[in-house]
Nanobody, 122 residues
Framework: QVQLVESGGGLVQAGGSLRLSCAVS????????MGWFRQAPGKEREFVGV???????YYADSVKGRFTISRDNAKNTVYLQMNSLKPEDTAIYYC????????????????WGQGTQVTVSS
C-alpha cells in the first residue's frame, strides 16, 4: 500500500514556527514530486508548495520567505518548515505525491496523506 503520513501539526502563537513531516512508503519516493496543500474550513484546498523529483522547489506567493520545503530521499520524507506563522495559516495541511514534476493543482496528485491540523493563535 502507498502511504503518506503527515505529522508535526499543532497549536502555535502568531510569529512562531512549526515543522511538518510527511513520511512516504509504498512508492519510489525519489521519482515523485511532493506537494504541500492546505485547507481551511469552508475554503478550497490551496497550494502551498512543491519539491519535484530533481529537488526543484516552487512556493505559493502567500508563503514565500516564510516556508521552506525540503526532502530527504534516504528517509523517504518531505518536510515543511513554517516560520513567522500567521493566523491565516490555520488549516489542515496535506502532503501529496505526483509522479515526477508535480503541480499547483490538487487534482494532478496521485496520493494523499491524512492531513495534520495547524492552528495559529493571535
Amino acid at each position: 500500500q502507498v502511504q503518506l503520513v503527515e505529522s508535526g501539526g499543532g497549536l502555535v502563537q502568531a510569529g512562531g514556527s512549526l515543522r511538518l513531516s510527511c513520511a512516504v512508503s509504498g512508492l519510489t519516493f525519489s521519482g515523485y514530486a511532493m506537494g504541500w496543500f492546505r485547507q481551511a474550513p469552508g475554503k478550497e484546498r490551496e497550494f502551498v508548495g512543491v519539491i519535484n523529483h530533481t529537488a526543484g522547489i516552487y512556493y505559493a506567493d502567500s508563503v514565500k520567505g516564510r516556508f521552506t520545503i525540503s526532502r530527504d530521499n534516504a528517509k523517504n520524507t518531505v518536510y515543511l518548515q513554517m516560520n513567522s506563522l500567521k493566523p491565516e495559516d490555520t488549516a489542515i495541511y496535506y502532503c501529496a505525491a505526483d509522479l515526477r514534476y508535480g503541480s499547483r493543482y490538487s487534482e494532478d496528485y496521485d496520493y494523499w496523506g491524512q492531513g495534520t491540523q495547524v492552528t495559529v493563535s493571535s
